[in-house]
């Protein structure tokens, strides 16, 4: 079965898409989806989804609909809201949630999307192969985390949004736009996810200069790190 895998730019799909072979387009909608292998032979699905929530889970559902894959991953950059965290670091999700979603009126979690789970939880057994694939990537084994991933149609850039984000979601490791929505689909469809996020920034610069220089040093190591899962996929 086919491993689909999502980015939101074309930063975090260049490198991967330059590592695979016999690479065939596919147009659905709005996106473009990329049919093609890995050195070993392990059939994959990329698309580059867009930024932010909507785009990510009409990107989501397309590629589960129309490519039968059975495992979806996301991978990408994000800001670092856990100060032990530096530019280039990889986190994986053990949970994923919105911290831009209120339903508290009805009863609901802060964060949690009304009619669904208040944490959306990856697969353990691709938690467990990604730790593996960890210790074959060089220099990335010290600098893999664990922890929550929160997502929001903001770019957080700005120490009092940061805080704003911590006080609700004291646990959350990183801030960025579509792992949530595509947990929430991928749940939907019972297939199998992970997010993946390399830091590009530590959210709280007041500016956008140190996303833009890390940003493709970021994307390529989640890349290295997706392409050494799906050996064992």
Do not use: W
């Amino acid at each position: 079965m086919k491993i689909g895998i999502i980015c939101a730019m074309e930063e975090e799909t260049a490198f991967l898409l330059s590592k695979l072979n016999n690479v065939e387009k596919k147009t659905v909608g709005p996106f473009v989806f990329y049919e093609g292998e890995t050195q070993d032979g392990k059939e994959v699905v990329v698309v580059k989804c867009g930024i932010g929530k909507a785009m990510s889970a009409a990107g989501c559902a397309l590629l589960i609909s129309n490519f039968n894959v059975g495992t979806v991953i996301n991978l990408g950059v994000a800001g670092a809201l856990n100060p032990d965290l530096v530019p280039n670091d990889i986190v994986f999700s053990t949970g994923v949630m919105y911290h831009d979603v209120n339903f508290t009126s009805f009863n609901y979690k802060l964060g949690q999307m009304a009619g669904q789970p208040e944490t959306y939880n990856p697969d353990p057994a691709l938690l467990a192969k990604a730790d593996i694939a960890a210790t074959i990537v060089p220099n990335l084994k010290e600098r893999i985390k664990k922890g929550l991933v929160v997502s929001g149609d903001v770019f957080v850039n700005t120490k009092e949004q940061k805080e704003e984000i911590l006080k609700n979601f004291p646990t959350a490791m990183v801030t960025e736009c579509e792992g949530a929505s595509i947990a929430q689909i991928a749940t939907s469809y019972r297939v199998p996810f992970i997010v993946i996020r390399a830091i590009s920034d530590t959210a709280d610069e007041g500016k956008a200069d140190n996303y833009e220089f890390n940003v493709n040093s970021a994307a390529e190591n989640s890349a290295k790190l997706v392409l050494a899962l799906i050996k064992m996929l």
